[in-house]
């Protein structure tokens, strides 16, 4: 117990900068309010203090304290809309000012101490590397099934904007995250095995082999790539990349030296996916061949099964 009434002591001789105090809703700092006597242990002659309760206290306000940042990114109308910074709670600092606030004689009543978190993408990075397109590819497909559009829809926007660093490995899977109806997508048709049947997100491994073909294209490095079981219409034969949440995955990997950016739209009929990266970039592309672009006709579950998967 002794070892708390001296670091106590230690904080208060200590002199720091002083933190910063952020907002978590832009408005008014977030406060620390609480009763003295629950975090007071009277075996001694000073008080000391309750370090458990202290660090529930700080779990809880590091919980409150928390925004996440916003990376910029492009507009639909091409504009760079500016990141925003996110924040966590200064722990340090927030040690430092309860000692200091306890020891004293007035309330026990500050502002929560925080430190920003910094977006992994700001407005100069995008202006830098949006300017040099280095791999597309662009897919076609029957926009008459709704939901298997829904679904491109959602996956196409969830890359959109993705910057992947030098070095950095993108997984389809961890970027797009999980494929739910509380999340928007649909039932639509999937390959299973080698046999049509309705799934939830079902479509968007049109999105994932669109992304493989510009990737390549871009002569990016391909980690992790699946074949459907059975051949798809929308992409060359062997130029599919499947994927599933908690099986097959897609991803490559940035062996360039300069950050790329992924730009990804679905519109009825198409699906478009672009690499930029800044013009100091020394990439080798690679060949890759072209999408047809006839529709392929809507199948039911249960059509011939020597019919290609949409």
């Known amino acids: 117990m002794i070892h708390g009434w001296i670091a106590g002591l230690l904080l208060l001789l200590q002199q720091s900068e002083a933190p910063e105090t952020a907002t978590k809703d832009g408005t008014s700092p977030i406060q620390a309010n ?17 370090n458990e309760r202290l660090n529930r206290l700080m779990v809880e306000m590091e919980k409150k304290a928390y925004r996440k940042p916003v990376n910029a990114i492009i507009s639909d109308a091409g504009v760079i809309v500016k990141e925003i910074p996110g924040a966590r709670l200064n722990r340090k600092a927030f040690v430092e000012q309860f000692y200091n606030h306890f020891y004293s004689d007035g ?7 925080q430190s920003s978190i910094y977006p992994k993408v700001d407005s100069e990075l995008l202006a830098s590397i949006r300017v040099h397109p280095i791999g597309y590819y662009v897919t076609y497909f029957n926009s008459n099934n709704k939901h298997r559009f829904t679904n491109i829809k959602l996956a196409t926007q969830a890359i959109n904007n993705y910057v992947v660093l030098p070095n950095e490995t993108f997984s389809f899977n961890r970027v797009v995250g999980v494929r739910t109806r509380g999340r928007g997508y649909m039932p639509a048709k999937v390959i299973v095995r080698g046999e049509f049947s309705e799934g939830i997100g079902g479509g968007i491994c049109q999105t994932s082999s669109t992304l493989f073909n510009a990737a390549d294209r871009a002569g990016l490095t391909i980690v992790e790539r699946y074949s459907h079981s ?18 097959p995955d897609f991803s490559f990997k940035n062996n360039y030296n300069q950050p790329v950016l992924i730009r990804a739209q679905a519109l009825p009929g198409r699906v478009y996916v672009s ?14 061949p072209g999408a047809s672009k006839a529709l392929p006709e809507e199948i039911t579950v249960g059509a011939d099964p020597n019919k290609s998967a949409p």
């Open 34 to 50: 609480v009763q003295r006597e629950a975090y007071r242990l009277d075996y001694v002659d000073l008080p000391l203090i309750d």
């Open 275 to 288: 690499i930029y990266s800044s013009e100091q970039i020394n990439h080798k592309p690679r060949h890759v």
């Open 230 to 247: 059975r051949s798809v219409p929308y992409v060359p034969s062997g130029r599919d990349a499947t994927v599933n949440w908690g099986g």
């Open 107 to 113: 309330p026990l009543e500050f502002d929560v101490p």
